[in-house]
Structure formats: C-alpha cells, structure tokens
C-alpha cells in the first residue's frame, strides 16, 4: 500500500469525523471497525482510556482537527503495528474512488479461492452455476447507496473491474436491479451474492438471467458483519 493511499486515507476518516453530526459516534465506528480498544488508543496517544471515550461518548466537546488528526494517526500507527490488515482494506476502497459506505469491502486474494470455500464464508446457497471453479477476489457493495448515489459511469466502473471476482450486494430485496445491471457488462463476475435475502425471495427470473450471462448466483442471510469478517480471513 503506497504512502498516497494511507494518506488519503486519513484524510477520508478524518474528514468524516470532522463533518459528523455526531463526531464521537463515527470515530467510534472507526475505532471499532479498525478493532482497536479503546484502551489501547489512548496508549498510543499518551492519554487516559477516559479521553477517548468521552470523545466518543460526546462529553468533551467535539474534537478539531488537531485532536482528530492525532486519533485518526493513532489508529493507523495501531494497525500498520498489527501487519496493516485494515488499512490495506480499506484504501482499496478509497484508491478505487468509492466511498467506504457504498463499497464496504474491496479485496484481491493471495491465491485462487474455490467457489465452495467463498461460499462457506458468505453464508450463501448457490441458485444457479455459472461454471466458474474459483473467484480471485471480492467487491461487497451497499446496494441501496449504490443506486442512489452513483452515476451511470461509476456503475459501470465499479461492475465492470469484476473479472474473475465475486460481487456482494447488501439490502437486496428482490435483486432484479443487479442483475438487470450487470446485463451490460463484459466480462461478467465469475459470482454474484445477493445479501439479506433468502434463496425463495430471490427475483423469478434471477437463476436464469446468470445462467445466460455465465456467473454464479447465490443468495445469503449471514450476518452482514460476521460475513464481513469471514471473507477478510480468506488468503
């Protein structure tokens, strides 16, 4: 991960903070996506537990910029400390140029990973075969945000850098918007998971509308954040 990236990154998380309507809640939220204490922040800053948490809490005034640059940093320090498992993750995201609450996860694998084993870490039960043995890597996507905030050429970006992944998309209702918009792509993705429906809600049409386009569809129930953590543990 480049020194730009990580930067920028900072930048994203710091700006979030700052713009909040409630800056203590989303460093909170960065603190506990990052999985990093409470106590073991305020280590790396020199303070007590008690100064982040009533950051948090919101019974210190809201930081400024100063105060939160120095969490933000201590976050990273933390994390790149750990191996900089998080910061890879999610500069990813911030490199690619979507923001971190339509794309909640980006990653490649270190090796291909067989469909069986993405399946077992995303809960899912497949609804068509697409031929596909293995996936390379993952792109989890909100798609509600994703809908209503990007334009048609970052759909197009976002969908079309796919090849030989899988594609995750959360708040799905039906999934009649994913798969009619990945109709226009090529290539396709070797999979895609509709997340937070069960496999008899899925779209009628859906199985053979993948069938036809050449990916697997699978449909998922797990929990969004256990699944979260089981694809980040795949190599």
Known sequence: MTE???????????????????????????????????????????VSSSVVSDYESGRRESPGIGVVRRLVEGLLAIDAARGGAHIRQYARVVTAGFESDIVLDLREYTRAVPMAEFYEATGATELADGGAEHVNGHTVIDSIEAI???????????????????????????????????????PTPNAVVLHGIEPEDVWDH??????????????????????????????
């Open 206 to 235: 859906a199985p053979a509308l993948a069938k036809r386009d050449g990916f697997s569809l699978a449909a998922s129930t797990k929990d969004l954040d256990e699944m979260l953590a089981d694809l980040r543990a795949l190599p």
């Open 4 to 46: 730009n990236a990580e930067r920028r990154l900072a930048r994203r998380i710091a700006g979030e903070v700052v713009i909040s309507d409630d800056p203590g809640a989303t460093l909170r939220k960065w603190r506990t996506d990052f999985e990093v204490s409470q106590t073991a922040l305020a280590e790396e800053l020199g």
């Open 148 to 186: 209503t905030r990007l334009s048609s050429e970052e759909f197009y970006r976002l969908y079309g850098e796919s090849t030989d992944r899988a594609l995750v998309f959360t708040e799905v209702t039906r999934g009649e918007s994913p798969l009619v918009a990945l109709r226009v792509l090529t």
